[in-house]
């Protein structure tokens, strides 16, 4: 694929996209590459969890809630509350990263939000940006950048 942001910018692309990746992930061959690991994956309303023996649909996380960056948050700590001793979440998103840290208090276990490319990965650990940053700040970001819009605040 030559233009990813010329595909990404159309949301039926990146719908497909999503289902196509959500259905190779459930293959048997594609499972074995997990290794131990458990991935929740969401495509349109439904969750699923796949690890290297099976694959569930999750219908307590399946929902029309349409708004991704906050879905994975409700998602993570279903996630935390039945078995996750860690969380990371893989987005490039800032709007992710500033939820992360006015919800970091939330979480028990460390949050992680991976970024980067195959060849140079990025763990940024949530907790440890909030604790620099102040928790009061933090609890404040969500509803700045709500209000502000801007990635940047």
Request: with cysteine.
């Amino acid at each position: 694929m030559k233009q990813w942001r010329r595909l990404l910018s159309s949301s039926k692309s990146k719908s497909n996209l999503i289902k196509s990746l959500a259905s190779d992930w459930q293959t048997p061959q594609m499972r074995a590459n997990l290794k131990g690991k458990v991935v929740f994956v969401t495509s349109e309303d439904k969750c699923f969890k796949i690890t290297a023996d099976c694959t569930s649909e999750m219908e307590c996380l399946s929902t029309d809630h349409e708004e991704a960056d906050t879905r994975v948050f409700l998602q993570a700590k279903y996630v935390e509350d039945a078995e996750a001793s860690a969380i990371i979440i893989a987005s490039e998103d800032t709007d992710e990263f500033a939820i992360s840290l006015s919800l970091d208090h939330k979480f028990q276990c460390p949050m992680y939000i991976k970024s980067g490319t195959q060849n140079r990965e990025n763990f940024v650990h949530v907790q440890k940006v909030a604790n620099a940053v102040g928790r009061d700040t933090c609890r404040a970001l969500c509803g700045m950048h709500a209000f502000t819009g801007c990635d940047t605040v």
